[in-house]
C-alpha cells in the first residue's frame, strides 16, 4: 500500500492511497469542517464519502510531468513509466499549482 498527503497551499486537505483494490482519496475531516474549504479539484467536490477508482484519478494524473521533463524523471530516478502513483509520489511534491502531494512513508509488516 502507498498513500499520499494531498495538500492545498501547504494545508493537509486529503489523502491519496493505492493498494490492492486500487486507489482512494477521501478529504481530512478537519478540512472538511472549514468554513473556506475547496476541494482539490473540480472533478473531487468535498464530501465525507471517499472516491474509489481502479485507476489514478484523472485530476492527479495530470499533475505528473509530461515529455521531457518525465523522460529526466523516469531515467535519474529509475521510474517505471507505468507506474502512475510512484511517479505521482516522486514528481508532484512541489508542482505548478496549489496543490502538492507528498508520500507518506508505511510500515511494513
Known amino acids: 500500500m502507498r498513500k499520499a498527503a494531498i495538500k492545498i497551499e501547504d494545508q493537509l486537505a486529503g489523502w491519496l492511497t493505492e493498494d490492492e483494490?486500487?486507489?482512494h482519496f477521501v478529504y481530512d475531516q478537519a478540512y472538511v469542517r472549514q468554513p473556506?474549504?475547496?476541494p482539490v479539484s473540480l472533478t473531487l467536490p468535498i464530501r465525507e464519502a471517499p472516491y474509489v477508482s481502479n485507476m489514478l484519478f484523472p485530476f492527479f494524473d495530470g499533475l505528473i510531468p509530461e515529455g521531457w521533463l518525465l523522460d529526466i524523471a523516469e531515467k535519474n530516478w529509475k521510474l517505471?513509466?507505468?507506474d502512475r502513483m510512484g511517479l505521482l509520489l516522486a514528481c508532484c511534491k512541489d508542482c505548478i499549482g496549489t496543490v502538492s502531494v507528498e508520500a507518506i512513508k508505511m510500515d511494513e509488516p
Do not use: E, L
Open 21 to 23: 483494490q486500487g486507489y
Open 36 to 38: 473556506h474549504a475547496r
Open 80 to 82: 517505471n513509466p507505468r
